[in-house]
């Protein structure tokens, strides 16, 4: 629906739109004016070397804490860090500061100083009553930064589980796995926690703490759930760091009501090094689920598995007639990792190269059989049709795959050729050539006659050009090509 507006009307709305440009450049303008300040004083601090800690006493640099500008500030949290601990008694008092920005910067800068201000440690375990919440997050990072050291320090910041500021649970949780031992018990406590969050959290920082607790695989597995999200994916890295232990769970997983549970188990099983064998017949079964990223998770794992999961070879042969094409695309590498001398799957990919209504099945055809090596030679007929077909990309392949299979670099001139004289683009011709070397010679006269072409994006002729220097530096120059 057209929506028709007064002519008063649409003053004010023009009028309401440059006063929001303005306000966003105002707002852009002042953030690089900022920016500016704080690298040109960065230079003149130290004349392009490393902070001088003798600039300004430590009182003078803290008053600069409640400077309206954000190069002063940085600059004070630069310098103070750089005295080290000269700087930590005063930090320390500026905790208890009226100023909230004051104690939240001095929590900051004991962080930046680390490990060497643990003298600290009880007052930042103090500031994690604060009031304010940047205060109080910035205490925990400063917590993660120097270490956390005693019970006390781990009673302080396990009352911050509780807290409703994710954030802060968050920080809590990366400051409590730096007391290792001392803090397993109130980390194995947290994954019971109501936030899917910190439960994953938790579980994470206890996979590097105490790998052996049997309470972190549920939590890892149960985040797998979660629909390709952070915590998805940051679950699966952790799940890397058991080794085989999740293996029983994932495979289990296969089974799982929840589609994103299967997709998740059938993705890393496969991705394992080395992959276990014990999930092949549970990936096998994936082939046959209703999901497509399912059923796609499970073929690309099996290839992973190679000769191993030759029983499932007749189910990927089944997906060379899905009504998907992406399916009868991949299914084909699949089955050749896993039985590189299959000789039904070369007579299957001449079939889907001169039968298939897809163009990106023509391709991967055309990928597969030149991967295959002497076995695929009976394809050469199918491949050179293929290498005159209509789309580019299928032509690229088939060149590439002909000069694979006959080890004759003339074999694969003419689909190049072809492509050359389309406007289309030609990188993944371009790639083929880079491969072929000098013996691509011949094929300069091409490469110019594109360059010359009318109607080629800059980026294509440019890269074209940089070909032609690489195979025929004179021809270049004879061009002109820069």
């Known amino acids: 629906m057209r929506i028709r507006l007064s002519k008063s009307r649409q003053i004010e709305v023009g009028l309401l739109l440059g006063l929001i440009a303005l306000l966003i450049g105002l707002g852009i303008w002042w953030r690089k004016r900022e920016w500016q300040e704080y690298w040109a004083e960065s230079a003149s601090w130290s004349g392009g070397a490393s902070f001088n800690a003798n600039s300004g006493s430590v009182d003078d640099l803290i008053d600069d804490f409640t400077s309206a500008s954000f190069s002063v500030r940085t600059r004070a949290i630069e310098l103070l860090a750089a005295k080290g601990t000269d700087a930590v008694p005063r930090l320390v008092k500026a905790l208890q500061s009226e100023d909230s920005q004051t104690r939240k910067l001095a929590a900051l800068t004991l962080g930046r100083i680390g490990p060497s201000a643990n003298s600290a440690l009880p007052d930042l375990y103090d500031a994690l009553k604060d009031s304010d919440a940047a205060v109080l997050q910035e205490s925990l990072a400063s917590l993660k930064s120097i270490g956390v050291n005693s019970e006390v320090g781990v009673a302080a910041i396990a009352r911050l589980l509780n807290s409703e500021n994710s954030d802060t649970r968050r920080l809590a949780v990366s400051a409590l796995a730096t007391a290792n031992e001392a803090s397993?018990?109130?980390l194995t406590s947290a994954l019971e926690h109501d936030d899917p969050a910190t439960r994953l959290h938790a579980a994470i920082e206890l996979a590097q703490i105490s790998p052996d607790s049997s309470a972190i695989l549920p939590v890892l597995l149960d985040a797998l759930k979660e629909e390709r999200s952070r915590r998805n994916n940051?679950?699966?890295?952790?799940?890397?760091?058991?080794?085989?232990?999740?293996?029983?769970?994932?495979?289990?997983?296969?089974?799982?009501?929840?589609?994103?549970?299967?997709?998740?188990?059938?993705?890393?099983?496969?991705?394992?090094?080395?992959?276990?064998?014990?999930?092949?017949?549970?990936?096998?079964?994936?082939?046959?689920?209703?999901?497509?990223?399912?059923?796609?998770?499970?073929?690309?794992?099996?290839?992973?598995?190679?000769?191993?999961?030759?029983?499932?070879?007749?189910?990927?042969?089944?997906?060379?007639?899905?009504?998907?094409?992406?399916?009868?695309?991949?299914?084909?590498?699949?089955?050749?990792?896993?039985?590189?001398?299959n000789r039904q799957l070369v007579e299957r990919l001449i079939q889907q190269i001169r039968r298939d209504v897809n163009s990106s099945v023509h391709r991967e055809a055309a990928v597969t059989l030149g991967q295959m090596g002497e076995i695929a030679r009976i394809a050469i007929p199918a491949l050179q049709e293929a290498s005159q077909n209509d789309e580019d990309h299928v032509q690229t392949e088939a060149a590439r795959a002909l000069w694979q299979l006959t080890g004759d670099p003339d074999a694969a001139f003419p689909g190049l050729r072809s492509v050359l004289k389309s406007q289309r683009r030609h990188q993944d011709a371009l790639e083929v050539i880079r491969e072929l070397g000098p013996s691509a010679k011949p094929l300069v006269p091409d490469l110019l006659e594109a360059y010359r072409m009318r109607g080629i994006g800059v980026t294509d002729r440019r890269h074209i050009g940089e070909v032609v220097k690489s195979l025929d530096a004179q021809a270049a120059r004879r061009e002109g090509i820069p």
């Open 184 to 186: 397993v018990s109130v």
């Open 234 to 341: 940051t679950a699966l890295s952790a799940l890397r760091s058991l080794g085989l232990r999740p293996v029983p769970g994932l495979i289990e997983m296969l089974r799982d009501h929840d589609t994103v549970a299967r997709q998740s188990a059938a993705e890393f099983l496969g991705k394992m090094n080395p992959p276990p064998l014990a999930a092949i017949p549970g990936l096998i079964q994936c082939l046959k689920d209703s999901d497509a990223p399912v059923k796609s998770h499970a073929m690309l794992s099996l290839q992973n598995f190679g000769p191993d999961a030759i029983d499932a070879v007749p189910q990927l042969f089944e997906l060379l007639d899905d009504e998907d094409w992406s399916f009868r695309a991949r299914a084909p590498r699949a089955i050749s990792k896993i039985d590189p001398e």
